[in-house]
């Protein structure tokens, strides 16, 4: 199998050109995809804990807290204990985090209009749903097993 006919591959490379589109409309607004991505996770009235961040944008807890102290650095967060449970954390988006929540938004939602105007709706709703499949897969398998059953399957087929 050519490596352009698996299925990972073709995932990667899509999202790594989704990303350097990103990165280039987000360094001229000086953030990062990753600065940007958080900052659209953090909700806007309310402040978001910092322990939902990372989970949402699929980050290790170190790595979040590295970005948190650089957006924090920058200006764009600030932190405040919750009102409720002291030992909770909550993010909350400065002014200048706000505007670039928004460009980030406006930005996210420019290319998600034009592929759906490029792209006709219903091979969209089979991307999606065959990318749902694809996320279910993983979730409910482990690659050790996977392995074991493509080679049950190679030695059944030969």
């Known amino acids: 199998m050519k490596r352009e006919e698996t299925v990972d591959y073709n995932i990667k490379t899509a999202w790594h050109a989704i990303n350097r589109m990103y990165n280039q ?6 953030i990062t995809t990753s600065i940007g991505f958080v900052l659209l996770n953090i909700n806007s009235t309310e402040g978001t804990p910092a322990t939902k961040i990372a989970p949402l944008i699929g980050l290790e ?11 924090e650095e920058k200006g764009l967060i600030y932190r405040k ?22 460009i980030a938004f406006e930005t996210v939602m420019a290319f998600n209009q034009y592929v759906y105007q490029k ?10 749903k065959v990318i749902q499949q694809i996320n279910q897969i993983v979730e409910e398998n482990n690659l050790s097993e996977i392995t074991k059953s493509n080679q049950r399957y190679e030695t059944y087929h030969q």
Do not use: C, H, W
């Open 25 to 30: 409309e987000a360094l001229k607004n000086d």
């Open 119 to 128: 792209i006709p709706a219903k091979q969209l709703k089979i991307f999606f």
């Open 61 to 71: 807890s170190r790595s979040l807290v590295r970005m948190l102290k650089s957006m």
């Open 81 to 102: 204990s919750d009102p409720i449970d002291k030992r909770m954390v909550r993010i909350f988006l400065t002014r200048q985090g706000q505007q670039k929540k928004d």
